[in-house]
């Protein structure tokens, strides 16, 4: 599992998301919420159902994404690309 290395680690609109509860001390605590936004905003934009894959996201310890609930970040990312451009 790769760690994430991109600058959306640091993006300021994963500020105001919940920590992560739900999967406290699982691995996927972990995964960059970062990460979990543009998969969300490509599954909107590629047509795709709203359904998260955490195998395929990096994980991150860094930034504002640190232990942020990937889910909801994810469900951020695919409202985002379901809105017009
Ligand atoms: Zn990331």
Redesign the pocket.
């Known amino acids: 599992m790769a760690n ?1 290395k ?1 600058s ?2 640091y993006d300021t609109i994963f500020q105001n998301l919940p920590e992560s509860q739900k999967f406290y001390d699982k691995t996927e605590r972990h995964k ?1 919420a ?2 979990a936004y543009e998969q969300g905003y490509n599954h909107a934009k590629s047509k795709m159902p709203r359904n998260i894959d955490l195998d395929v996201l ?1 994980k ?1 310890q860094a930034g504002e ?1 640190r232990h942020k609930d990937p889910t909801i970040a994810y469900n951020l990312g695919y409202d985002a690309g379901l809105r017009p451009e």
């Open positions: 994430c991109l959306h680690r960059c970062g990460c990096d991150s994404v």
